[in-house]
C-alpha cells in the first residue's frame, strides 16, 4: 500500500513539475530591444521545418536576402519565391503603409504556419527581421542551430520614435580602419541603430584621403594619440563603408571638424596659418611637427585670410562628392575668435551650395546660419540665436569615452566624475521639441585598440538605441535590464568585448572553458 501511494505522489509531483515547466515555457518571451511599440503573444509556436519557403512581393528581394541568410545558420532547407501568402516566411512591402507606420516602422504576425511580416520600405522590412533574429537562439549568430526551433505566435506593430538614432566613432585622435568600422555597423544593425558618424579630423590626425589635398594623408595621417594608431581612409574604402553601411540602412555622416581642431591640416599645409602661428595659441606644436597628446581648442585656420575658404570649398566639394548619404558635418566647437560666426554661416553656405545639409556642435546656432542645419547638442549651454533641428549628445548622458562605472582606467571624466553609467544613458529624457534623435560619440583620447572601443560602446549603445526607438510609455530601466541580461551569450557570439555592466545578471559564455564552474565529486 505503501509503495502505491509513493508511486501515486511520484507521478503527481512529476506532472505538477511538468506542468511548472510547460507554463514557464510559454511564458518566457523573447528578450527584444528595442522595446517595440506595441505587442501582443498569444499560446502556441511557429515551428521551424526542416524544408521553408521565403516568398516576397515585387521590393522584398534585399529582404528575402537577408532572411534566407539568417536561415543558413539553422537546420532548415530554405528557399526564396516571389509570391503572397506562403506557408513559412511572407514578406510583403507595402508603400501605403507609410501613413501608419512611417518610412522605418513594420508589422509581424507569427502564427502556427506563418511569419508575416510587412513594412512601407525596405529599412522597415530590415528592422523586422532584426525583431525575428533576435528571437532566434544566440548560437544562430556564429554557428548552425540543429535544435527545433520555436518562435511565439503574437502580432508586433513597431515604428521607432525619432529618425536620428546614431553612433559616432572618432577615427581621428586614434585611428579605427575598415574591418572595425564594418563589425560596428554590424552590431548597430542589430539594434536598428541608423547613423554613423565618423569624426574625420582632429588635430592629432587627418583620416580621409582628399585628392587635390594629397598632403593632408602625406603628412596629416601620420600623428595619433600616444599609444594610438595613425592611419588614413583611402576614397575606395570610404566609398565602400557607405555601400556596406547602406546595405544595413544606416547612414554615414562625415565630419571635417573647422575652424579649430585642425592642427593636422595646418601642418600639411602651413600657409593656413597666420603668420608667425598667432592662431596657434597655446602653442602645443608647429609645423613640421606632428602632435601626440590630449588637449584640444588650441589651433584653429587663420579666420583673417580670405584664402583658407578655398581650401574649405575644395575639402568640402570633394567630401560632398564621395559621400552618398545627406549630411555633412563641419564641427565648430571650442573656438573663440572674432571671425568665427562669420566663417559658421561661410562654411554652411558652401555645405548648402553642395546639396548637403550641415551639420555643426551646437556652438555653430550662436551664429545667424540656415534653418536647415542640424544642431548636435554636448553640454546645452549655447545661447543659440537660430531655431533648428537637433540630435541630443549630451555628455553626462551619451559621451561613452567616460567610465562606465566610477574609477574605470583610461576613461575621461570631465563632464560627468563618477562616469556615465548605462541607467545614465537609458534615463535621458528628451525636452526640446525639435529633437530629431539621439547620438551617442565615443573619443578615443584614450582609447587604442578595438577591444577598448567595444568596452566604451557596448552595452550603453543599446541602451541609446532603445531610448531613440521606444517611446518614454514603454521603457522601463528594470525591465530593460532583464531584456538585456539576454543578449550577453549574442553579444559574446558576435565577438563583442562589451563592458559587463555589474547590475546585469549577463546571460553569458565569456572566458568560459571546459572546466568552467566544474567542481568533481569528493566521493563516487
Known amino acids: 500500500m505503501k509503495s502505491l501511494k509513493l508511486s501515486v505522489s511520484l507521478v503527481f509531483l512529476v506532472l505538477f513539475q511538468w506542468g511548472l515547466s510547460a507554463q514557464e515555457s510559454q511564458t518566457e518571451k523573447p528578450a527584444i530591444i528595442p522595446q517595440p511599440a506595441e505587442i501582443e503573444w498569444k499560446e502556441g509556436f511557429f515551428t521551424l521545418q526542416e524544408r521553408t519557403v521565403v516568398c516576397f512581393n515585387s521590393g522584398a528581394e534585399a529582404s528575402a536576402a537577408w532572411l534566407q541568410r539568417l536561415l543558413k545558420n539553422t537546420y532548415t532547407q530554405s528557399y526564396t519565391m516571389k509570391g503572397e501568402n506562403c506557408n513559412g516566411f511572407s514578406l510583403n512591402l507595402d508603400p501605403n503603409l507609410e501613413e501608419t507606420l512611417g518610412k522605418e516602422g513594420y508589422n509581424l504576425n507569427i502564427s502556427s504556419s506563418v511569419v508575416s511580416l510587412e513594412a512601407a520600405s525596405e529599412a522597415g522590412l530590415f528592422y523586422g527581421i532584426q525583431t525575428i533574429r533576435q528571437m532566434f537562439p544566440a548560437e544562430i549568430e556564429n554557428k548552425k542551430v540543429s535544435e527545433e526551433i520555436k518562435l511565439p ?37 542589430v539594434y536598428k541603430l541608423n547613423r554613423l558618424h565618423l569624426h574625420l579630423t582632429d588635430d592629432q590626425g587627418w583620416r580621409i584621403e582628399i585628392k587635390q589635398k594629397p598632403k593632408l594623408t602625406e603628412l596629416g595621417s601620420k600623428g595619433a594619440v600616444k599609444g594610438g594608431r595613425s592611419g588614413y581612409l583611402t576614397q575606395e ?46 602653442r602645443l606644436a608647429t609645423p613640421p611637427q606632428l602632435f601626440h597628446e590630449y588637449t584640444v581648442g588650441w589651433s584653429k585656420l587663420c579666420l583673417d585670410k580670405p584664402e583658407i575658404y578655398d581650401f574649405v570649398a575644395t575639402v568640402l566639394s570633394e567630401m560632398a562628392e564621395i559621400t552618398t548619404g545627406d ?113 551617442a560619440p565615443v573619443w578615443t583620447e584614450m582609447v587604442l585598440s578595438n577591444e577598448a572601443a567595444d568596452d566604451r560602446f557596448w552595452p550603453r549603445t543599446i541602451a541609446m538605441a532603445e531610448v ?35 547590475e546585469v545578471e549577463w546571460n553569458s559564455d565569456r572566458n568560459k572553458g571546459v572546466f568552467s564552474e566544474f567542481m568533481p565529486k569528493s566521493k563516487f
Open 153 to 189: 505566435q503574437g502580432s508586433i506593430s513597431d515604428s521607432p520614435k525619432y529618425e536620428w538614432r546614431g553612433s559616432m566613432l572618432d577615427i581621428a585622435r586614434s585611428f579605427f580602419g575598415p574591418d572595425y568600422i564594418k563589425k560596428h555597423l554590424d552590431r548597430m544593425a
Open 237 to 282: 574604402e570610404y566609398k565602400e563603408i557607405q555601400e556596406y553601411a547602406a546595405a544595413r540602412n544606416i547612414v554615414i555622416v562625415p565630419e571635417i571638424d573647422m575652424p579649430g581642431h585642425i592642427y593636422s591640416a595646418l601642418m600639411a599645409y602651413p600657409e593656413l596659418n597666420c603668420d608667425e602661428f598667432a592662431n596657434i595659441e597655446p
Open 468 to 502: 531613440g526607438w521606444s517611446e518614454e510609455e514603454n521603457k522601463d530601466y528594470k525591465n530593460f535590464i532583464k531584456r538585456l541580461s539576454e543578449h550577453g551569450l549574442r553579444l559574446d557570439l558576435m565577438d563583442v568585448h562589451y563592458f559587463r555592466t555589474p
Open 327 to 439: 549630411y555633412l558635418h563641419i564641427g565648430g566647437d571650442e573656438i573663440e575668435d572674432e571671425r568665427y560666426k562669420e566663417f559658421v554661416i561661410k562654411a554652411d553656405s558652401i555645405v548648402r551650395g553642395l546639396g548637403k545639409t550641415t551639420i555643426g556642435w551646437e556652438e555653430v546656432t550662436q551664429a545667424q546660419v540656415d534653418s536647415t542645419l542640424i544642431s548636435q547638442r554636448w553640454n546645452g549651454k549655447t545661447n543659440s540665436v537660430v531655431n533648428t533641428p537637433i540630435i541630443e549628445s549630451i555628455c553626462s548622458s551619451f559621451y561613452y569615452d567616460h567610465a562606465n562605472v566610477p574609477g574605470q582606467e583610461m576613461t575621461n571624466n570631465w563632464c560627468k566624475e563618477d562616469g556615465v553609467s548605462l541607467k545614465d544613458a537609458y534615463t535621458f529624457k528628451v525636452k526640446n521639441p525639435n529633437t530629431i534623435g539621439v547620438e
